[in-house]
């Protein structure tokens, strides 16, 4: 090849920044698009289960034995992201024995690691569960932040040449002459980091080759290409809880079914799930009982769920795709493999590669499948070297005390910020001084925070997903204005302002499904804050300096000198002015 | 947990036998890490009313408050860890805390239990500062050793160069001075005056008299007495005998240890589960038999109401706790305390009086200034809802002095703004706290109950 | 907690009633504004208070009426009868909130009396806030005050950006010139300093910067260089608690200009200090107050109620009274409870209208029109709670403050003003009928 040859690559989740790591360290010339935030799809919204593979041991052995190899890869090359949590599948009384047969045996033939416990030992392990739990099967289940990850991922593309475009929605996908030759994009706010109230922009970028990593997007991109793919959404619904009540991974030992995993998740727990096919990745319907089935039907694994407090609810959809032929009806019984499209032999429109179906805990393989055939198509001999190169933040383990006595953390905002951060921990903790916590609830400090701006810009939500700032109980009520504040004064006050309503309202929009009990109070709380302490709803800056400020009180204090003072009882009308 | 056998104990106080102190030497129980206090951070919506009620918080920057001790902390827990900031130690257990949190976010239970396992994980049990917590925090069992032979410890313990090898090798200030250990204590007082069969006779010459009771329905009380006031201010406990037999109750003295405040407050749990588990045993048997407890020292009634079911789970817990009151409180519902106190008069002196914090916790800091208030004879002035600062042991530590004494003064200024020159409290250790920083003398208001009531 | 006082409980066995004439439950401003009006018409009252007061909560401000349909109020008694029929307001009347207001003022050492127009002062946030009532120490920082402004935040305190806020009122357009500026607080405070750790080094005008100086002095130190052409500073609420007055005084004195304080969200120092104004008001007034013990249980004969029981600690005491005034505040004070099937009132379990869907409960905006922001029970013209039918739920009982719904009090900024009317009412009907 005379050039590098430069490849685009659509989607920002786990499967597409892979995807830009590994055909970067290989040495390609890569853009990554994304429409919105990293993990703004499917990665942003699932429970954060890396699993061992035992849930498809007995249905889709493929799947799981991928799932347990890719899952030991992610803990040595995430080890920052992954926190070794064990799993359990939990058997109740009504469960049959001979299911729970078949998942230990599938698990055994897949090689993963498995041990049976008792009851009582089940119980040892999680003090939480149910009392007529009979019995149990350890498997290397694990939590994985995925927004971590994906960070992790883009940011080493990025160390390795790659350009990455967030807010950045591919209008076309441009064809000539019967093949892909490139995108054009809109930007949100113009290219680079995002940033509130910039003009947004167009541009094309001339590629050659377009990797379609959209998931559940992915038809819409084909159609934009003029090709089918027949993805198929399915939503499901992941209830977060304010605490952990389980330390390991909780699943139910029974056939496919809803509400059957509890997934300890950073400082919480998240319940998932359902599995309902939808027309749209974007328009769906989330309902209330579903949120319901969850506390419902988990509450018998774990009974503490029923009276505990939820913090919000989410909804995400599983990229799922199998082969128009196969047919199945309900979404449980399509493949969780995944499936590489190349659009040249397929529909005889080089110049184009989709992968579909597949799950983020294979998300390297997947990275790396594509990327194998993206090479071989150019020519180019480089080999994988994901599975070897640590992420990001994955280098060395940084320790605990240096953080803490260093730089004047407590010990658990130490302790969580160093497993945020990983090998990162110092130089990001070191940045500022006084390195006062913004995020209580989930103890983000300004340091991390300021870190998170330098890469996101005035997305919040990018700075949220990076750090957990505004994650925590209190859903941004007490700390949405302190963590918008770092913007200022690097970017204006407007921009600011636009960028705090909308972390607001993104926090708002989950917390929704949780407005119950102790939730709701919290809400309550908020909107007291937000509302009648600061005036946000009714803000007068927003009405554009429409102030009649003459008409209100100035005070009773005797007019200075110069009469500079303002207005008093005799100069009001009394009538309701305002604007 | 094996917890060695209980010692016998007589009613002389012999149970500052050498069994207390191989209990010293003993082992760590399982209590730590057993408890999930995870879902209590439920209840927490970050208002921060716990931090802005901490009077440790206030004057000491290094201590970040209830909120981070309790439920952040508590939230951002996981199974495995085991680090607790240190800062857990210098909580002074006033649970001032508990009265503030609008949504019953367990505070203080967060605050014992992560300072039982910091002191357990990370408290070298071979350094000074954990021997003279443990010594503190036991000072029931030096206060029977040293009641023994009063004279003598008061000499050593007040001597300059005891508290001056005190303070430098031990780390228990020399700015303070020891209570002085009473010439007789008030179990031996009781005991001489003819014990429980004497109050039985007694009270029931009371009922005979009074219109307002039947002979032969017995009133009854067990009097959980604490080790302050048996050994340094046994008045306050024979003043709690004499009011309640004067309304016709008999009163038992059982057997008892220390409530186990000290021990929360030092993260002792393992010496505070023995101690609560012999005093539970003893008073359940009571309560059984139609007692209710009345203390006179409100962190000894918050021991046994509300840590008590909230850190162990003895058989009768529970039951003793809904049968414990505070001396004042109980005569309050059971009695017409109101009406008596009205039309009664006092020769006493005018009162400062302070409410302890661990009253407060329980709803009782403005009984006393307002039953007294209808008192003819004596002015009871409240000096506001400050801390004073002493916390039990608290105030005792070398490195807490300054701090103890920076929360006392809004106190000690309040106390010499009101018109009485005596000051008065429920809790022994606000009492020298009071003391030590006006100079006063310090009455509890049993007392005062006896000089109003009692001819 | 809640699940408690769902279950049923009878007062130990043995006990016997603590009685008064009136019992106040909650001690909030609507419970202390109901026990100080029972006081005055003479009655003997009791207010007891689960815990210590949510007073000290609130930024300190006491609004009437800000906002009607989004926009700014200048005359909150004319406003009134611009809000719907069902509000609170229109309920009790206008008279009710002036005697409210009156009320307040006559134990409140606060400003705003002077004029029925509201002031709008700045807030932690950078907006302005319409409001009837503010501290003496809000007073020199009003919006309609056209003296050039500093505000100085506090680089340890994040809650408050004084240049963003300066930027932010500057861009609603405040008739003067505004600036602001972070420095570090005196004293070298650890970054998680509780607020009462600020207001102490102030108060006590401890040493500070290696023994050099007092607090005070090094905040003036500070700040002073920052001060040219500022006519008035502000800052965030902290300026000491109990030496407030020495502090501003003296900060003023020094600075050469009119300082002042921004109020905050909690914790909140001017919350604080309204509390222990009223408590002492309360004192004065002969009120019994007795906190920390929840009421968890009502007796009734289906008329009238004849007790209520009180939980303390693990006992059970019977608290009797000739009227009742229901004051347990609303979602945020949990006087208003809920779980994923229904909505209650936690202490008499009074009817609290609410849409069956739990997905009706709020709107789709943040700031949206919440149904949640409008539970609470709804009272007649004498403040009694009524039934789904309209009747009162008992005769001798009335509701004042955030338990009593139908309002939107966030965003119409009327939260004080609603628990100062209500209360009023409440307690001076309930006063009427022992005296």
Request: net charge negative; aromatic share 6%; with cysteine.
């Amino acid at each position: 090849m005379a050039s590098v040859p430069h490849i685009t690559v659509v989607g920002g989740g786990s499967t597409g920044t892979g995807i830009a790591r590994d055909l970067a360290m290989r040495g390609l010339d890569v853009t990554l698009v994304e429409k919105g935030n990293l993990t703004h799809g499917t990665t942003g919204r699932m429970h954060g289960l890396l699993h061992s593979g035992g849930r498809y041991a007995v249905s889709d052995q493929k799947s799981a034995r991928e799932c347990v190899e890719e899952n030991f890869v992610l803990r040595d090359i995430a080890s920052h992201c992954v926190e070794e949590t064990g799993g359990l599948f939990v058997k109740r009384p009504e469960d049959t024995e001979a299911y729970f047969e078949e998942k230990l045996q599938g698990c055994r033939d897949c090689d993963i690691p498995v041990e049976v416990l008792t009851g009582a030992e089940a119980r040892e392990v999680e003090p939480h569960l149910a009392s007529d739990v009979d019995k149990a099967i350890s498997v290397p289940d694990a939590a994985i932040d995925p927004f971590r990850l994906c960070v992790s991922n883009a940011l080493d593309a990025e160390r390795h040449g790659a350009r990455v475009e967030t807010h950045a929605e591919v209008t076309d996908v441009l064809v000539e002459g019967g093949e892909v030759v490139g995108v054009e994009i809109r930007h949100d706010s113009g290219p680079g980091k995002r940033v509130h109230g910039s003009p947004g922009s167009t541009e094309r970028i001339e590629t050659d080759h377009v990797v379609n990593a959209t998931g559940a997007w992915a038809g819409r991109i084909g159609a934009l290409a003029g090709v089918d793919v027949e993805v198929r959404p399915s939503k499901g619904v992941m209830t977060v809880m304010n605490t952990r009540q389980v330390d390991t991974v909780v699943n139910r030992c029974r056939p496919k079914g809803d509400a059957d995993i509890i997934v300890p998740h950073e400082t919480a727990c998240i319940l998932g799930t359902t599995d309902e096919e939808v027309r749209d990745p974007e328009e769906y319907p989330e309902e209330q009982w579903e949120v319901d089935l969850l506390i419902d039907e988990l509450s018998k694994l774990v009974p503490l769920l029923g009276e505990a407090r939820t913090i919000r609810s989410f909804w995400g959809v599983r990229p799922l795709y199998e082969p128009p032929e196969v047919g199945s009806t309900d979404p449980t019984d399509i493949t969780r493999d995944f499936f590489l499209l190349d659009h040249d032999e397929r529909d005889d429109l080089p110049g184009m590669t989709s992968i579909v179906g597949g799950k983020l805990t294979t998300y390297r393989m997947m990275a790396e499948s594509i990327a194998d055939h993206v090479c071989d198509r150019f020519g180019v001999a480089a080999t994988c070297r994901t599975a070897d190169e640590p992420l990001p933040g994955s280098e060395d383990h940084a320790v605990l005390d240096d953080a803490m006595q260093r730089f004047g953390l407590r010990s658990p905002v130490a302790r969580r910020s160093s497993q945020r951060l990983g090998s990162r921990t110092e130089s990001v903790l070191s940045r500022c001084d006084p390195n006062p916590v913004l995020c209580p609830c989930e103890a983000v400090s300004r340091a991390e925070v300021r870190d998170a701006v330098d890469q996101a810009g005035t997305d919040l939500n990018a700075v949220r997903l990076r750090t957990r700032a505004s994650m925590g109980n209190c859903q941004g009520g007490f700390c949405a204005h302190r963590i918008a504040s770092e913007l200022h004064p690097t970017y204006d006050e407007p921009t600011v302002d636009d960028a705090l309503a909308e972390l607001v309202e993104e926090r708002w929009k989950g917390e929704r499904h949780a407005l119950w009990g102790q939730q709701l109070s919290q809400a309550a709380l908020k909107y007291t804050l937000q509302a009648t302490t600061m005036n946000r709803d009714a803000d007068p800056a927003a009405a554009e300096g429409d102030v009649d400020w003459d008409a209100f009180d100035a005070g009773d204090r005797p007019v200075a000198d110069g009469g500079r003072g303002g207005v008093h009882r005799d100069d009001t009308d009394g009538g309701n002015g305002g604007d | 947990m094996s917890t060695p056998s209980e010692p016998p104990e007589d009613t002389t106080a012999a149970g500052a036998s050498d069994d207390d102190w191989t209990y010293v030497f003993g082992e760590h129980g399982d209590l730590v890490g057993e408890s999930d206090l995870r879902p209590g951070a439920d209840s927490c919506y970050k208002c921060s009313s716990c931090d802005t009620s901490c009077p440790v918080a206030e004057v000491d920057d290094d201590f970040p408050g209830p909120k981070f001790q309790g439920p952040e902390q508590w939230r951002l827990k996981r199974q495995d860890d085991t680090d607790i900031d240190p800062s857990v130690m210098d909580c002074s257990n006033c649970m001032r805390c508990d009265s503030a949190c609008p949504s019953g976010v367990p505070l203080s239970q967060m605050h014992n239990t992560a300072r039982a396992e910091y002191v357990a994980e990370h408290l070298s049990k071979t350094s000074v500062e954990y021997w003279r917590n443990r010594v503190l925090a036991n000072y029931g069992t030096l206060a029977r050793i040293g009641s023994k032979v009063p004279r003598l410890t008061n000499f050593v313990m007040g001597s300059r160069l005891t508290r001056f090898l005190n303070d430098r090798l031990f780390g228990i200030t020399g700015e303070r001075e020891f209570p002085e250990f009473a010439t007789e204590t008030f179990r031996s007082w009781w005991d001489d005056r003819g014990g429980d069969e004497e109050s039985r006779r007694r009270a029931r010459q009371v009922r005979e008299r009074r219109a307002d009771s039947d002979p032969n329905d017995p009133k009854r009380v067990a009097y959980f007495h604490g080790d302050y006031s048996n050994v340094n201010t046994p008045e306050v406990a024979k003043a709690m005998v004499r009011v309640f037999e004067s309304y016709g109750y008999e009163v038992a003295v059982p057997d008892q240890r220390c409530s186990g405040t000290p021990m929360f407050a030092n993260g002792m749990l393992d010496d505070a589960r023995r101690a609560a588990k012999f005093n539970v045993e003893t008073f359940h048997a009571l309560v059984e038999d139609g007692y209710d407890v009345v203390c006179s020292c409100t962190s000894c009634s918050m021991a046994l109401r509300q840590e008590y079911p909230e850190l162990f789970d003895f058989e009768g817990t529970d039951t003793v706790a809904a049968h414990t009151y505070e001396a004042l409180e109980y005569l309050r519902v059971h009695e017409s305390v109101r009406e008596d106190v009205a039309a009664a008069d006092a020769d006493f002196p005018d009162l400062a009086y302070h409410a302890p914090c661990h009253a407060r916790n329980q709803g009782l800091d403005r009984q006393a200034v307002e039953l007294f208030g209808d008192l003819d004879g004596v002015a009871v002035d409240d000096v506001g809802d400050s801390c004073s600062g002493i916390s039990g042991t608290y105030g005792w530590k070398t490195e807490h002095y300054d701090v103890s004494m920076a929360i006392g003064e809004e106190m000690f200024e309040h106390m010499e703004g009101v018109e009485g020159e005596t000051g008065m409290t429920e809790c022994p250790t606000c009492a020298m706290q009071m003391e030590h920083g006006t100079g006063y003398e310090i009455r509890h208001p049993l007392e005062l109950l006896e000089a109003a009531l009692v001819e | 907690m809640d699940a408690a006082a769902y279950t049923a409980t009878t007062p130990t066995e043995g006990t016997v009633a603590i009685e008064d004439d009136v019992l106040v439950v909650g001690g909030g401003l609507a419970g202390v504004t109901a026990a100080l009006a029972a006081a005055r018409e003479g009655a003997r009252v009791r207010l007891v208070s689960h815990k210590e007061s949510t007073l000290r909560q609130a930024s300190g401000v006491v609004d009437a009426l800000g906002v009607v349909d989004g926009d700014l109020v200048t005359n909150p008694f004319e406003a009134v009868e611009r809000l719907p029929e069902s509000h609170p307001y229109r309920t009790v009347g206008t008279d009710a909130l002036r005697a409210g207001l009156d009320l307040f003022d006559s134990v409140a050492d606060y400003e705003g009396s002077h004029t029925d127009a509201n002031a709008l002062v700045p807030t932690h946030g950078g907006t302005v806030k319409p409001t009837a009532r503010y501290p003496v120490s809000v007073a020199p920082g009003l919006a309609s005050d056209a003296r050039s402004t500093l505000l100085v935040g506090f680089e340890t305190l994040p809650d408050f950006d004084a240049p963003q806020a300066a930027a932010h009122l500057d861009r609603a357009g405040v008739p003067f010139e505004v600036r602001g500026v972070t420095l570090p607080f005196p004293g070298d405070l650890r970054a998680d300093a509780a607020i009462t750790r600020y207001a102490d080094l102030l108060d006590e005008a401890t040493t500070v910067d290696g023994g050099r100086v007092d607090a005070r002095t090094a905040l003036v130190e500070r700040v002073k260089p920052h001060c040219s052409g500022a006519e008035r500073v502000g800052f965030p609420a902290l300026l000491g608690f109990e030496e407030r007055e020495a502090v501003r005084a003296e900060l003023s004195d020094r600075l050469g200009v009119d300082v002042f304080e921004v109020p905050m969200g909690p914790p909140s120092l001017l919350g604080m200090r309204l509390a222990e104004r009223l408590y002492a008001a309360l004192d004065d007034a002969g009120v019994g107050v007795e906190t920390g013990n929840p009421v968890v249980d009502v007796t009734s004969d289906g008329e009238r109620v004849r007790e209520v029981t009180v939980e303390r600690t693990h006992t059970r005491v019977p608290y009797a009274a000739e009227q009742y005034v229901l004051a347990t505040g609303g979602l945020v004070g949990k006087g208003i409870v809920s779980n994923r099937e229904a909505v209650r009132e936690r202490v008499f379990d009074c009817h609290v209208p609410h849409p069956a869907d739990r997905y009706d409960w709020s709107a789709a905006g943040a700031y949206g029109d919440h149904a949640f922001a409008r539970f609470g029970v709804r009272i007649d013209a004498e403040g009694r709670p009524q039934d789904a039918d309209g009747d009162p739920e008992y005769e001798n009982l009335r509701a004042a403050g955030s338990v009593v719904g139908g309002a939107d009090v966030a965003a119409e900024k009327s939260a004080s003003g609603v628990s100062l009317a209500t209360g009023y009412v409440a307690g001076r009907r309930a006063g009427e009928e022992v005296t």
